[in-house]
């Protein structure tokens, strides 16, 4: 059975930092493409980031430059490191498992990021 | 950057209603259009992958269609535990976009 379990989110102020883990079991990170797709309180979905097999990484514009996803094969988990964050940012972040690079089949329950201060 | 315009953001039907939703993308994404549903307070849950194809597992009461840049999304008979928030999703050039999402309530 795949699981995806996020954590690391909370309430931190703008302008601050925070790291999102997504730790894997039943799949294994390394050979699959992973995402970050987050929601803001009662709005819609919003994808993030995606990491490739490879090393490929891809963001939405909303935060290039200021995000990073990133991976641990050793620990099969993924992360988002979150700099410079802004109010809009606050939202539930979900990992998900890409499946032929065009859809989410297995997502986690989510963690909760709070921008404000 | 591809737009995807989903319609209608809200309705509501009855139990047993066929139940149908539209997403219309701003370009042609041949088939790479997905359909979720997201009960509340709940990660959202595949339904419909490659515009037609229904996820394992998933009743047979939904179903997809379409290609291009218009879709359809339908549940043949309604029933309470639809109720749902449901999303469409595309991928166009290593880049993905949601529609804004249509809420279901039973009337």
């Known amino acids: 059975e795949v699981q995806l379990v996020e954590s690391g989110g909370g309430l931190v102020q703008p302008g601050g930092s925070l790291r999102l883990s997504c730790a894997a079991s039943g799949l294994t990170v390394s050979i699959n493409y992973m995402s970050w797709v987050r929601q803001a309180p009662g709005k819609g979905l919003e994808w993030v980031s995606v990491i490739y097999s490879g090393e490929s990484t891809y963001y939405a514009d909303s935060v290039k430059g200021r995000f990073t996803i990133s991976r641990d094969n050793s620990k099969n988990t993924l992360y988002l490191q979150m700099n410079s964050l802004r109010a809009e940012d606050t939202a539930v972040y979900y990992c998900?498992?890409?499946?032929?690079?065009?859809?989410?089949?297995?997502w986690g329950q989510g963690t909760l990021v709070t921008v404000s201060s | 950057d591809i737009q995807m315009t989903q319609s209608p953001s809200s309705l509501s039907a009855s139990v047993g209603d066929r139940v149908t939703i539209t997403c219309q993308a701003s370009q042609d994404i041949s088939n790479y259009l997905n359909w979720y549903q997201q009960k509340s307070g709940k990660a959202p849950k595949l339904l419909i992958y490659d515009a037609s194809n229904l996820e394992t597992g998933v009743p047979s009461r939904f179903s997809g269609s379409g290609s291009g840049t218009d879709f359809t999304f339908t549940i043949s008979s309604l029933q309470p535990e639809d109720i749902a928030t449901y999303y469409c999703?595309?991928?166009?050039?290593?880049?993905?976009?949601f529609g804004q999402g249509t809420k279901v309530e039973i009337k």
């Open positions: 998900a498992r890409v499946r032929s690079a065009t859809n989410f089949d297995y």
């Open positions: 999703q595309q991928y166009d050039n290593l880049l993905y976009t």
